[in-house]
């Protein structure tokens, strides 16, 4: 048995068991891979780099490309400096992309590495660029990374270079699939509005196979636009927690008003964010999406019974709990635990944002549940045994729980380590929501067939 | 006219490591050294090297002491089979903060393991020094130390801060940890067995898909009693009866050479190499063990064993052999060993290896690389994509076995894969192992998909060229 968790819930202050997070490093290297010809590199030791990648490989099933400083002991003592200096001539030397994209670690943000300082000491090409983020580990989570490699690129590339601000939209997606990217950008361009998305993995960790290898596939935001991005009218920040620090930075450095909206997951994400775009750009919502949206209310309301009253347990990353919670709340479920890693606020921002959020959208519909940020799936578990669940949504970790309490499972989030396809197949936009109706009702009813009788086993559901 | 296009041939460090069989002489390779920063290296750290050789011991409490990506990628990884506790597959860390950073994370730590002790009844916990850990100086030792003396159970630090060395460095620290744990009260000295029954620590095998009970069963059948692996469904009990073994049997060297070492200084426990990769290095290791242990009876059995076993795969491996004559294999694994190996098991069943490397090699495993490889056949140590792509590609490699990094790599270039670590599936080890693993290289080398990579829609799109407009 692979239960090991008790149900009694105890107090506890020395850390984590079974981590509904991990580390910043990581996220700024998905961020980095969403720049075209961009080689993220991880300043520290060879580790990081080494668990990043697999950890990516193992959600993406696609290479993924970084370098590292290799820190050593010597590194450790003096500084790695001259490590990442190497590392910068090496980088150019051999892989020869446009940008390289530094991120920290635990390891030379505690001994103190300026890297700003290195970088501008450090001899790079020409027309090359080398930005950087700091993402130590012990701070935030993955998200938190990925928000600050987003920030990077605001700082080192977005400019202000026209008089007027153009008629585009600057999109940041969040920590999503680049599926979910690809249609985030459908819905901008059925409406027929120019937009600049970074990053953008699309292309890149969703690449075709062709026979050969591309060490930066075809895919990635173009430097280019992402420097045009502080000429757009508007930045959208999709997610509070991994978009819209970003989006604030770029307001205040290049006058881009910034909107944070959720992530468009579910039929009223997706509405907030169409109904902002077409308020904005004054443009009409074409036929397509008021088809696709129809046909999504259309399939809610045909099997809205199998759904009414089920008991949810949520688990992932905060943008996109946010969602899901408001989209299972929109499906007549019940939302009873609802928890995430990451902790509930940005860094010195106010505390408890996230679970104000989610427990205002569940007071709303008149229902109480557990909600936790900077959690761990212990904790989930022991919830789960206290009060339990018909459904658990969330990334592959939940596996476990799914298994020593018999619940149907959705897998949803990152990391998917145990199924295929998900990368390319979107959550957000009404084709996605239209997607997760699909991937709920299965789990739930697959489960009522296994577990009818003879009698009860019906052909109709 | 000379433009200057970059390429790997640019940095000379790396043309060290590399060499063509037949050019060049064979004690030229570089290994066993540190990598150069900018490197897309396929290398971990000394905290990847401990955690894998410890984590199979089922019933620890495997404490990782640092921020939460080093727990949280190493969470379930390994793929080590159980046939007790399954308290090994949790994930447990300190989670440090900022402040723990700044003030020290010793307080945090005997906490968690006060905690962790608590609700789990273990009598053993490994705590894992992580890089911070190591530059903040947190004492391990004494905070073990303290709460062993509270708790009444072992709680052993490891040594394995991310930058001290390499992967191998984190064996060695991971061997340190499991000498502590053997070690009886008293002076260490050869310890008298009673049972008049052989029996043998197994050191190297992880049972991953369940291998090392397949080996422990064909010892068995030869009248040999595994007393406990290292470190594969090991749990505190049965690794504290290590020093009673008569004979240590090792087949992963690389990360155990120095364990064994070891216990032959301090327990007087002779060691020998084994392989059960394959059908002859399963038949020479099953027959050098008889051997050693000097019993007729013994090596009858062994005999025969081996003459029923093979009989029963045989014409598996020889359907398979048929199918794949004459394909071309390319092996970029962990370890020295596994890789000398592989190159006898392909011989098995057709199929050349012209390409061949390793993550952390040592310099003799190089040397008999170099030996037994054919002619032309590329020999790299620390390799990166663009390497692993360039000799596959100049060499028509069909295969590539490796990691959890390399899979997609080779799926791109349209050449099939085999996973030799941790996400194996199947048990590649002993007989059954050598059947399984003719199969994954049929199944995949032969698969159909590899029909549509080919000829990209029998010629319908124009291959990539009107790919991605610009905006």
């Known amino acids: 048995m692979l239960d090991c968790t008790p149900k009694e819930l105890i107090e ?15 996220g700024a290297m998905y961020a980095a891979l969403g720049i075209h010809n961009c080689m993220p590199h991880s300043h520290g030791s060879q580790g990081c780099c080494a668990y990043h990648r697999s950890h990516l490989t193992r959600h993406f099933r696609e290479p993924v490309m970084a370098t590292t400083s290799s820190f ?24 020869n992309p446009d940008v390289m994209a530094v991120h920290t670690t635990c390891l030379s943000e505690t001994i103190g590495d300026d890297v700003p300082t290195i970088i501008k000491s450090a001899e790079v090409p020409e027309g090359k660029l080398v930005i950087h983020a700091n993402t130590p580990s012990y701070q935030g989570s993955h998200i938190t990374g990925f928000s600050n490699m987003v920030k990077g690129m605001v700082t080192y ?123 904005k750009f004054v443009r009409e919502i074409p036929y397509e999406l008021e088809e696709e949206r129809g046909q999504l209310v259309d399939v809610m ?89 018909d459904l658990l949504m969330g990334n592959t970790y939940g596996k476990y729980i799914a298994r020593a309490e018999d619940i149907p499972f959705v897998r949803v989030g990152f990391p998917v380590m145990d199924r295929s396809t998900h990368p390319y197949m979107p959550i957000v936009g009404y084709r996605g929501a239209l997607r997760l109706v699909e991937m709920i009702s299965s789990a739930l009813l697959d489960r009522q067939d296994r577990d009818a009788a003879d009698e009860d086993l019906e052909l109709v559901m | 006219m000379s433009t200057a296009v970059p390429n790997e041939n640019l940095i000379t460090e790396r043309q060290l490591s590399i060499l063509v069989k037949g050019r060049q002489r064979k004690n030229q390779l570089k290994c066993d050294a540190e990598s150069i920063a900018g490197c897309v290296s396929q290398r971990a750290c000394v905290y990847c090297g401990a955690r894998v050789v410890l984590n199979p011991v089922t019933d620890a409490i495997h404490l990782v002491h640092g921020p939460i990506g080093c727990a949280s990628y190493t969470w379930d990884i390994r793929g080590s089979l159980s046939s007790g506790s399954e308290l090994y597959r949790n994930s447990f860390s300190t989670d440090l903060k900022e ?6 994370g010793e307080k945090k730590l005997a906490r968690a393991i006060d905690e962790l002790v608590e609700k789990y009844p273990a009598e053993l916990v490994f705590v894992y020094s992580t890089c911070v850990v190591g530059v903040i100086g947190d004492d391990l030792e004494a905070v073990c130390r303290a709460a062993s003396q509270k708790h009444g159970i072992k709680i052993i630090p490891v040594q394995s801060s991310g930058f001290i060395g390499n992967k191998s460095a984190g064996y060695r620290a991971a061997c340190d940890a499991l000498l502590r744990l053997i070690e009886p009260a008293g002076e260490p000295r050869p310890v008298k067995r009673l049972n008049p029954v052989p029996s043998v620590n197994y050191l190297g095998d992880f049972n991953l898909a369940g291998e090392a009970w397949i080996i ?8 040999v009693e595994v007393n406990v692996v290292f470190t594969g469904d090991s749990n505190y009990r049965d690794l504290k009866k290590a020093p009673q073994a008569t004979l240590n049997i090792m087949q992963c060297a690389g990360s155990m050479a120095y364990l064994a070492r070891r216990m032959e200084e301090l327990y007087g426990i002779p060691s020998m190499q084994v392989s059960f990769l394959g059908l002859d290095d399963t038949a020479a290791s099953l027959r050098n063990i008889a051997s050693f242990l000097n019993d007729p009876e013994m090596k009858r059995r062994v005999e025969e064993l081996i003459r029923r076993e093979t009989a029963a795969v045989k014409p598996q491996i020889e359907h398979y052999r048929s199918k794949l004559l004459g394909k071309k294999a390319a092996v970029y694994v962990g370890g020295g060993f596994k890789a000398i190996s592989l190159i006898k098991q392909f011989r098995e069943i057709g199929i050349d290896v012209v390409m061949v490397g390793t993550q952390t090699g040592r310099e003799e495993e190089y040397q008999t690389l170099h030996d037994i490889s054919d002619d032309g056949t590329v020999i790299l140590d620390d390799a990166n994509p ?46 059954v192992g050598a059947v399984n693993f003719a199969r994954e290289v049929y199944s995949t080398v032969c698969s159909p998909v590899w029909k549509y990579t080919r000829e990209i829609g029998g010629g319908l799109f124009a291959a990539g060229k009107n790919a991605l407009p610009e905006r």
């Open chain 1, 12 to 26: 506890r202050t020395g850390g984590m068991i079974n981590p509904a997070k991990t580390c910043q490093p990581i």
């Open chain 1, 72 to 95: 050593t002991e010597g590194a450790s003592v003096f500084g790695g400096g001259g490590n990442l200096k190497t590392a910068i001539k090496n980088v150019f030397a051999i892989y």
């Open chain 1, 157 to 279: 590339l977005a400019r202000a270079t026209a008089e007027d601000k153009k008629e585009q939209v600057n999109i940041i997606p969040g920590f999503v699939n680049p599926g979910d990217m690809r249609e985030i950008k459908r819905l901008a361009d059925s409406m027929g509005i120019k937009f600049i998305m970074f990053p953008d993995t699309s292309g890149v960790l969703d690449s075709p196979m062709t026979g050969k290898f591309h060490m930066f596939p075809a895919g990635g935001a173009r430097v280019d636009d992402i420097r045009d991005a502080g000429n757009s009218k508007l930045t959208l920040a999709l997610g509070y927690y991994a978009s819209s620090d970003a989006a604030h930075l770029l307001e205040r450095n290049c006058q881009v008003p910034a909107v944070t909206l959720k992530t468009p997951i579910g039929i009223k994400a997706t509405d907030e964010l169409l109904m902002l775009l077409r308020g």
């Open chain 1, 301 to 389: 309301t045909d099997c809205h019974h199998h759904f009414y009253g089920k008991k949810v347990a949520i688990f992932g990353d905060p943008d996109i709990i946010i969602g899901l919670t408001e989209f299972v709340l929109s499906l007549g479920m019940r939302p009873v635990h609802v928890l995430t890693g990451t902790p509930g606020a940005t860094l010195g921002g106010p505390k408890g944002i996230l679970e104000k959020e989610i427990k205002a959208m569940l007071a709303a519909s008149g229902l109480e549940g557990r909600v936790k940020a900077a959690g761990d799936l212990f904790e989930l578990h022991q919830w789960i045994k206290n009060e339990p669940v």
């Open chain 2, 99 to 104: 402040n723990d950073v700044i003030f020290g």
């Open chain 2, 216 to 223: 422990g069963d064909y010892l068995k059948q030869i009248g």
């Open chain 2, 386 to 431: 663009s390497e692993l792509e360039r000799f596959m590609t100049e060499k028509g490699a069909h295969l590539l076995v490796g990691g959890v990094k390399e899979r997609p790599l080779a799926y791109k270039l349209g050449v099939a894969f085999i996973d030799h670590n941790h996400d194996r599936k199947h048990p590649l080890s002993g007989y």
